[in-house]
């Protein structure tokens, strides 16, 4: 499969917890997004990188949210002492550059209790 | 800028035609479509790039209109597989993330 893959694609954590999501882009693609979507809304932007750099982060992003992408290629969205409100399906999309399709992922789904 | 979308909802029979709109209030670099079911990620369906162009494959098409800097998403002969929520993405230059607007729920009816 040459599409977008993310791991868990289920976690349920208990508050405080924390998590972390894997994304594996479409090789090649230099470009990954993190998004979150929540039940009935469309996804909302969290951060985004070009290769290793961390191009943008959305201002409504805590700082209990870290995004990494060391190498340029996998990256990982960690969240620190989870809060019940972070419950949400996390998306992950990659593409060449601006202009280009952002393909997603399947989607973590983070439930927490 | 989140862009917005009209209308929130629609339920159509099959076959028939449905037009989903987009707009912003700011000048648009380019505006992505993308159809997501329920509990499943968004699937991509269309980019299309300031310049007017219009785009479409088989019975599913759209436009950008760079001066009124708005899209729409034209559905004709809808099927049964069309059901779901519409979304569309703007980017305001080649350097700033997709913003998606709230959704078109559409629902297509035997």
């Known amino acids: 499969d040459t599409g977008v893959s993310q791991d868990p694609r289920h976690k349920i954590t208990k508050r405080g917890q924390n998590v972390t999501f894997r994304c594996d882009p479409i090789?090649?693609?230099?470009?990954l997004y993190w998004y979150r979507q929540t039940l009935g809304q469309g996804p909302e932007f969290l951060t985004y990188f070009q290769n290793e750099a961390q191009l943008e982060k959305s201002r409504l992003l805590s700082d209990r949210f870290s995004a990494e992408r060391p190498k340029g290629s996998f990256s990982t969205l960690e969240i620190q002492r989870t809060e019940q409100g972070d419950s949400a399906m996390y998306l992950c999309a990659s593409s060449h550059t601006g202009g280009n399709t952002i393909y997603f992922g399947e989607g973590s789904w983070l439930t927490v209790v | 800028q989140q862009p917005v979308q009209s209308p929130q909802a629609v339920i159509l029979r099959e076959g028939e035609d449905a037009v989903i709109n987009c707009s912003s209030s700011?000048?648009?670099?380019?505006v992505h479509w993308y159809r997501q079911k329920h509990g499943e990620a968004p699937v991509f369906l269309m980019i299309?790039?300031?310049?007017?162009e219009q785009k479409g494959h088989e019975k599913i098409s759209a436009s950008f209109n760079e001066k009124k800097q708005q899209s729409s998403l034209y559905l004709t002969a809808s099927q049964l597989s069309y059901s779901g929520t519409y979304f569309c993405?703007?980017?305001?230059?080649?350097?700033?993330?997709?913003?998606f607007g709230k959704g078109t729920r559409l629902s297509v009816i035997a």
């Open positions: 090789s090649e693609h230099n470009r």
């Open positions: 299309l790039l300031k310049g007017g």
């Open positions: 993405g703007t980017e305001d230059s080649g350097n700033t993330p997709l913003v």
């Open positions: 700011k000048a648009l670099y380019s």
